[in-house]
């Protein structure tokens, strides 16, 4: 069993995304959830270099407890995969809905060396997409 660790993110008005950290040997797996927003993707990318940082090789990032998906935080999280991409040997996004799925893929998060969505059917009821 890995080590556990929450990470508090403080975000613009308020939203809050919570980042809970679980380490299995060569891989990480991040567990978000809350807000994805412009923010909280800055935050979520400090992570990300600390892993790139300690060797990890295999990245999960969890989706499937984010309540709302602003496009900013969308954007930015392609932004971040593409240049953290090299740094691990694979990137595994999953629990987004698959709509949120398509505007991931529609910015060309396909292209990422390395990187692969794994999608859930239909989101959890009361998932937003909003362009604040």
């Known amino acids: 069993m890995g080590s ?5 993110f403080g975000s613009w ?3 809050m995304l919570v980042a809970e950290r679980e380490k299995r040997k060569e891989r990480l797996i991040i567990r978000m959830r809350g807000e994805l927003d ?3 993707v800055i935050q979520l990318s400090t992570l990300l270099g600390e892993a790139a940082n300690s060797h990890i090789a295999h990245l999960t990032l969890d989706f499937s407890q984010i309540l709302r998906f602003e496009y900013t935080g969308i954007a930015l999280s392609v932004a971040v995969f593409e240049f953290y991409a090299e740094d691990f040997s694979e990137i595994t996004c999953c629990g987004l809905p698959q709509g949120i799925s398509k505007v991931f893929k529609g910015l060309g998060i396909q292209k990422i060396p ?3 969505i794994v999608p859930i059917d ?8 909003s362009n604040l």
């Open 4 to 8: 556990i660790s929450k990470v508090h």
């Open 122 to 129: 239909d989101g959890p009821e009361g998932v937003a997409v």
């Open 13 to 15: 008005k308020n939203r």
């Open 114 to 116: 390395g990187l692969k």
């Open 38 to 40: 412009g923010s909280s």
